[in-house]
């Protein structure tokens, strides 16, 4: 099915499209005139067996979490299915990113502290909830017209992969943007720089609670700099797509594409009554009944009972459902109550975060090679141990070979009761040649990274 000319599911496309390991990410309209996003998924990943699935969770779980309070998301207004496509809807505008700005320029020491704060907050909120972003960069960081940094694809990069990130590997991914924000206004302001990659070094030690209290009390390495998102805003107005009013094809008041074809809403909840019509606003995901997060009750409800989705054109309205009063006070109270579980699950896995020991943390690498030189033909073990401080996470590393342009990369699980792990390397060489071979482990994260080497003689005469 080709995409859309004009739109999907009521969201009008703009010219301004970019791609990343999702898909095809597409800035748009929302049917109330809104700047929105939307991802049109990779067939070729979305169509693996069960990633439709843990897609739609991903999504489910952030909705019930911004019903619980947590801010900081870029808000999902649908996934839908259009023939063979299927498609994410944000209510909001994904894009410029911190990639883009950091593109285009230094950016502003106050405003990259605010970001650095806000996100590290958004991530705390996360955990504490019992989730990961699982992909933490500067393509994932947008920044919205009003200078807020907000993050976007949470968890997708995981439900693709099958996969449940580590928080160690959301603190890596945050010291990664402190690195790359004290890169961007090393020469411009040092001050600033030097306080972004202490704040990074000690995120991957101590935490990012740590980090975060870190650089906002430390004020006074940025002499004359406001803290705010004032600066960011301004970049972010100057690089977005939407900077004017959107005009022509994509303006608020333009009309629709009369016919998209069969939409399925894939967040559907069905009502609570068997029967009951479900009621949408122009375009899917625009009305107020169908943007609301599944309920504990409805969950239950949908599991238990199988219904098959809705089909709706765009453009068509179902009748409104014929709730009584009594019904919808009987909905508020459940939301009450879920809204409580909620709250009540982060604080149980905020303490459990708090006893979980501490963040994984490298303390020495040591690379060995053999001592006695290796003759013709030869297989050389080449042996690392790396040292924790006793934390548990994922540990990524890679291993480079000065005679030849092949990396090897791998990660390993580190557990909480072990603090010393060996990282073995089998080097094949052939031919006739003496030479120096030199192996080289890098640990990538946790940060900062490590790297040792040792060098062995190859002789075959």
């Known amino acids: 099915m080709d995409n859309p000319r004009n739109g999907i599911a009521g969201f009008r496309l703009t010219e301004h499209t970019w791609i990343t390991e999702l898909g095809n990410w597409i800035d748009a309209i929302s049917p109330d005139g809104r700047r929105a996003g939307a991802l049109l998924f990779d067939p070729r990943v979305i169509g693996l067996p069960g990633v439709k699935e843990r897609v739609v969770a991903a999504v489910m779980t952030d909705q019930r979490l911004v019903l619980g309070g947590l801010s900081g998301l870029i808000p999902v207004a649908d996934v839908v299915a259009a023939g063979d496509q299927v498609w994410l809807l944000t209510a909001q505008a994904v894009s410029p990113t911190l990639g883009d700005l950091l593109g285009a320029g230094p950016i502003d020491p106050g405003g990259g502290a605010y970001l650095l704060a806000e996100t590290a907050q958004t991530l705390l909120a996360l955990h ?58 090393g020469r411009s302001a040092p001050q600033a720089a030097d306080l972004f990659t202490r704040v990074a070094d000690l995120a991957s030690i101590r935490g990012l609670a740590d980090a975060r209290a870190t650089l906002l009390n430390e004020r006074a390495a940025l002499p004359g700099v406001v803290i705010g998102g004032e600066a960011l805003a301004q970049a972010a107005r100057g690089r977005s797509a939407f900077a004017q009013p959107p005009s022509g094809p994509f303006a608020a008041h333009a009309e629709p594409p009369k016919d998209e074809g069969d939409i399925v809403t894939l967040l559907h909840v069905p009502a609570m009554n068997a029967g009951q019509p479900v009621h949408f606003g122009p375009g899917v995901g625009t009305g107020t009944e169908q943007a609301r997060p599944e ?59 708090s006893d979980a020991g501490p963040a994984l943390a490298i303390k020495s690498l040591d690379v060995v090679a053999p001592k006695k030189a290796q003759g013709c033909d030869s297989a050389v073990d080449i042996t690392a141990t790396i040292v924790t401080n ?66 062995f003689t190859y002789k075959c005469g």
């Open 128 to 185: 504490a909830a019992g989730v990961t972003h699982g992909s933490v960069h500067p393509g994932t960081v947008v920044i919205t017209a009003e200078g807020q940094a907000l993050l976007s694809e949470r968890g997708l990069s995981d439900a693709i992969r099958g996969q449940v990130s580590p928080r160690e590997r959301d603190v890596a991914g945050w010291a990664s943007l402190a690195r790359g924000l004290a890169g961007s206004c």
């Open 295 to 353: 309920t504990t009750a409805e969950r239950i409800w949908r599991e238990g009972r199988a219904e098959a989705p809705t089909v709706h054109k765009t453009g068509r309205r179902a009748g409104r459902p014929g709730r009584a009063a009594r019904s919808r006070r009987k909905q508020t109270i459940v939301s009450a109550l879920t809204f409580a579980v909620i709250m009540a699950g982060a604080v149980f896995a905020w303490f459990r975060l």
């Open 390 to 455: 006793g934390g548990a996470g994922q540990i990524s590393y890679e291993w480079r070979k000065n005679l030849d342009k092949e990396v090897v990369k791998a990660t390993l699980e580190a557990r909480a009761d072990q603090t010393s792990y060996t990282v073995p390397l089998r080097w094949k060489l052939q031919g006739k040649s003496t030479v120096k071979a030199t192996a080289t482990l890098k640990v990538l994260s946790p940060g900062p990274e490590r790297t040792d080497k040792a060098t």
